[in-house]
């Protein structure tokens, strides 16, 4: 067999998992917001920038158009935001949080704490180093996307 198809060579296969670890580890953290995870990421973009328009926010957090959708549905459904149509041209939509949805920051920021309990076998320095490398991995996936587009 080739070295290249054994499964412990895989990156993809350990970012698979990761990924399946990473969904376990906030799912209770996030059920005292009553989010998921792809809604706990747009909320983190609001409340860094609120009253912003659907496409700054699908760039900001590199979700799927037809995904943001329906997670602004969601979250406009449990009244954490609005989705209005933009004063100066009604063709654009901007996201704004309610009451509600700013209140949900101050339970949210226990949630980078406690995820952070869970890395306790990593230090600042690794974290940091592997945050720039995923970064760096993730250029490499978007600029190959760009060379197939065409």
Not at 28 to 43: I, N, R, S
Request: hydrophobic share 40%.
């Amino acid at each position: 067999m080739s070295e290249l198809l054994k499964l412990e060579n895989q990156l993809c296969h350990r970012f698979y998992t990761l990924s399946n670890a990473f969904t376990r580890a906030y799912r209770p953290l996030l059920k005292t917001l009553d989010v998921t995870y792809p809604q706990y990421v747009t909320l983190m973009a609001l409340w860094e920038n609120d009253d912003i328009t659907i496409a700054d926010l699908l760039d900001v957090t590199d979700i799927d158009g037809g995904a943001m959708s329906l997670i602004l549905k969601k979250l406009e459904s449990k009244g954490f935001l609005n989705v209005v149509k933009d004063d100066a041209d009604k063709r654009v939509r901007k996201v704004r949080l309610t009451n509600d949805g700013k209140a949900k920051k101050a339970v949210a920021e226990e949630v980078p704490t406690q995820m952070l309990c869970k890395l306790q076998g990593m230090s600042a320095e690794e974290s940091r180093t592997l945050r720039d490398l995923l970064d760096k991995l993730g250029g490499c996936f978007a600029r190959s996307e760009t060379d197939t587009n065409q």
